[in-house]
């Protein structure tokens, strides 16, 4: 009786494996920093939107998990004071975010899909009186919907939105090298086409 009940858990678990399978995602997004720092003696910093485009990989263990790797060309934020921009004062990140998925696939073209998982903040090219901004890593929200036409067998379109904790320490070219972490905690609005293989 026990070898029949792991017989069957191990082709129900062969079963899954072998529904699995990729998706490439090609889309643009809105990233919109939700935060801002008050600095004794600057006032309020922050960081300005900015749109990218993100594109991401995404492998289903079965109809109903997967994992997916959000990928984005540097994405460029302006650095604002009270409001204004900060003559000539900016700096790039590349924000890889992988999110594990839940895929609720039902008798619709909509499946809708929530994901949690870490995201990271790799800084580069600081200009103006940010001198140095340091990598960070925060985790990850995801909630959107997938849409496949009846007559559409790999393609579909899908729209999505995403939150990120991030708070780098930044450095700025003063002469105190005044030290303070930049609330950025963006949100990123994602219009897209997918391609499931």
């Known amino acids: 009786m026990l070898k029949k009940l792991a017989l069957i858990t191990l082709m129900g678990v062969s079963a899954s494996a072998m529904a699995g399978g990729w998706q490439v995602k090609l889309a643009g997004s809105l990233i919109d920093p939700t935060g801002s720092t008050n600095v004794n003696g600057l006032g309020k910093v922050e960081a300005d939107y900015q749109y990218?485009?993100?594109?991401?990989?995404?492998?289903?263990?079965?109809?109903?998990?997967?994992?997916?790797?959000?990928?984005?060309?540097?994405?460029?934020?302006?650095?604002?004071?009270?409001?204004?921009?900060?003559?000539?004062?900016?700096?790039?990140?590349?924000?890889?975010?992988?999110?594990?998925?839940?895929?609720?696939?039902?008798?619709?073209?909509?499946?809708?899909?929530?994901?949690?998982?870490?995201?990271?903040?790799?800084?580069?090219?600081?200009?103006?009186?940010?001198?140095?901004?340091?990598?960070?890593?925060?985790?990850?929200?995801?909630?959107?919907?997938?849409?496949?036409?009846?007559d559409a067998k790999n393609w579909g379109v899908f729209v999505d939105v995403r939150y990120a904790d991030l708070d780098p320490k930044v450095t700025l070219n003063d002469d105190n090298n005044t030290k303070f972490k930049l609330n950025i905690d963006p949100v990123v609005y994602t219009l897209g086409y997918s391609y499931k293989f």
Do not use: C, M, R
Request: a positive charge; aromatic letters at 14%; glycine letters at 10%.
């Open 52 to 150: 990218a485009f993100t594109p991401s990989v995404e492998y289903f263990f079965n109809d109903n998990f997967s994992t997916e790797l959000l990928l984005a060309n540097p994405i460029k934020h302006n650095i604002k004071l009270d409001g204004s921009d900060i003559e000539g004062t900016s700096i790039k990140q590349l924000p890889p975010t992988l999110t594990f998925k839940y895929n609720y696939v039902n008798s619709s073209a909509f499946t809708p899909y929530i994901g949690v998982g870490a995201t990271g903040f790799f800084a580069w090219d600081e200009k103006g009186v940010v001198k140095k901004v340091k990598n960070t890593a925060g985790v990850a929200g995801q909630i959107g919907v997938n849409f496949k036409p009846a």
